[in-house]
């Protein structure tokens, strides 16, 4: 199970952490990417976890303010997004891929989905 939670609205330049909690999985063990999609858009890769501890960040408008974390022992990830912009809004979901396979930023290389929670930046 993908769990995707802490989404929300906020205004432009504000912060939030959503967080990815998976059961059935471990996400020292399995690979797992946030991914996001906005209206009338594709969906895209944003920030990869691999299993080894590597990340991998894919559109360049997120680089210096979205990290990814990751809590062994809550077996959760997280997406911390600051300076939020009207641009990041998107549903933002979880995407878990088996275990021993690394960062990849195509949608069906990911066997497990959440069903996203949604981030809405604007005045």
């Known amino acids: 199970q993908v769990v995707e939670s802490g989404g929300g609205l906020v205004e432009p330049g504000g912060s939030l952490r959503l967080s990815c909690a998976v059961s059935?999985?471990?996400?020292?063990?399995?690979?797992i990417t946030w991914f996001r999609q906005a209206p009338g858009k594709e969906r895209q890769a944003v920030y990869c976890?691999?299993?080894?501890?590597?990340?991998?960040y894919y559109p360049n408008s997120v680089k210096d303010r979205f990290t990814i974390a990751r809590d062994n022992a809550k077996n959760t990830v997280y997406l911390q997004m600051t300076s939020l912009k009207p641009e990041d809004t998107a549903n933002y979901y979880c995407a878990v891929r088996n275990v021993g396979m690394g960062c990849s930023p195509v949608i069906s290389a990911y066997e497990y989905w959440g069903q996203g929670t949604q981030v809405t930046v604007s005045s």
């Open positions: 976890m691999a299993s080894s501890g590597i990340t991998t």
């Open positions: 059935g999985f471990t996400v020292d063990h399995n690979t």
